[in-house]
């Protein structure tokens, strides 16, 4: 069973960046479609950014195209968010997520019903 754990939300003024990370154990680079996904008070979870099964294809929702990107290390235990350009509609608890899967492009990992969760970073973004 992979665990996960988040870091590196924090409060920054729009415009800002900030780089999530996510510890991934038990992390075999071809059996899972990883994520991140984000909720705001009051509203509905969000998918934001995706990644295949092979650490190469992406798949980003549209609120944050060109802005954020998703990557994990080569050695494979970690999981990045990169987060540019901030926002104050990015403030929302965000999490990373992961469910084993055959091999998955980022935009088919979309579709996915993810199983594993960490316990989420808040980024706070002011105006």
């Known amino acids: 069973q992979v665990q996960l754990v988040e870091s590196g939300g924090d409060s920054v003024q729009a415009g800002g960046s900030l780089r999530l990370s996510c510890l991934v154990s038990d992390y075999a680079s071809s059996r899972y479609c990883l994520a991140w996904f984000r909720q705001a008070a009051g509203k509905e979870r969000e998918g934001v950014a995706f990644?295949?099964?092979?650490?190469?294809?992406?798949y980003y929702a549209d609120s944050v195209k060109g802005r954020f990107t998703i990557s994990r290390d080569n050695g494979k235990t970690m999981l990045y968010l990169q987060m540019n350009s901030l926002k104050t509609e990015d403030t929302a608890m965000y999490y990373c997520?992961?469910?084993?899967?055959?091999?998955?492009?980022?935009?088919?990992?979309?579709?996915?019903?993810?199983?594993?969760w960490g316990q989420g970073t808040q980024v706070t973004v002011s105006a």
């Open positions: 990644l295949g099964t092979g650490g190469t294809s992406t």
């Open positions: 997520a992961a469910v084993s899967s055959t091999y998955s492009t980022g935009s088919q990992c979309v579709r996915k019903s993810y199983k594993y």
